[in-house]
């Protein structure tokens, strides 16, 4: 399917285990963006990528890992899963730095 | 650290009703995105105004920057129940390795028919 998607759509994971969110977008964006939503906190930025093999650093960065060998995909990881990274993560493409991002569905993630 | 104050954090409104939701901030941006956001999506821009002062319409939404740069409104003609969702707003600034987009906490607004 066209545009931008994520899975799983919902997990569930214990303290400690490695998980790995997927994003996958069809557009061959260059911008790829990965942001949690939390209540009290509204979106807040984990990583971005700028281009295939280019990531940075976010707001939120700590306990999360990302990677991008091919542009249409930008994987997050959490090495290991700690109960206040329970949340919903959005992942969004965009074709430069300042134009519109495309937000994909979210992944509610929730670690017990 | 810039930050985006929403107000209301919460709105209950009847279909029909007109209402205005703020953004509100200390920092300068170069622009102020508004998005809105359903259930179990992720959210959607509706409009970027980019000149201090501007107003800009769509349909019966009507956003409008501060002279400033450092605040935005939105206002909803005869709110309908379809208008339900959260709205964020998202203020741009710096660029390059600098370029950050600072998010608000979005008001949660609901339409009863």
């Known amino acids: 399917d066209a545009g931008i998607t994520q899975s799983p759509r919902y997990k569930i994971t214990e303290t400690g285990r490695q998980v790995t969110l997927m994003c996958h977008q069809t557009w061959s964006h260059s911008y790829m963006f990965w942001y949690r939503q939390d209540l009290g906190h509204g979106l807040r930025l984990i990583y971005y990528?700028?281009?295939?093999?280019?990531?940075d650093k976010g707001e939120v960065p700590d306990g999360y890992v990302v990677s991008r060998s091919k542009t249409e995909n930008f994987p997050l990881t959490l090495e290991s899963a700690t109960r206040s990274q329970t949340s919903v993560y959005f992942c969004?493409?965009?074709?430069?730095?300042?134009?519109?991002?495309?937000f994909g569905p979210g992944t509610r993630l929730t670690v017990l | 650290t810039q930050l985006l104050e929403q107000s209301p954090q919460f709105l209950s409104i009847q279909e029909g009703e007109n209402l205005t939701v703020y953004c509100n901030s200390s920092s300068v941006f170069s622009s102020l995105q508004w998005y809105r956001q359903e259930p179990g999506e992720g959210p959607v821009l509706l409009v970027t105004?980019?000149?201090?002062?501007e107003v800009k319409k769509l349909k019966r939404l009507t956003f409008q920057f501060g002279d400033a740069r450092k605040d935005s409104s939105l206002h909803i003609t005869a709110a309908q129940p379809g208008d339900t969702g959260l709205y964020l707003c998202?203020?741009?600034?710096?660029?390059?390795?600098?370029?950050?987009?600072?998010f608000g906490k979005g008001t949660l607004l609901t339409v009863n028919p």
């Open positions: 990528s700028a281009a295939a093999d280019i990531t």
């Open positions: 969004a493409s965009s074709e430069s730095e300042r134009s519109e991002q495309f």
């Open positions: 105004v980019v000149t201090g002062g």
């Open positions: 998202a203020g741009e600034s710096g660029g390059g390795s600098n370029y950050k987009l600072t």
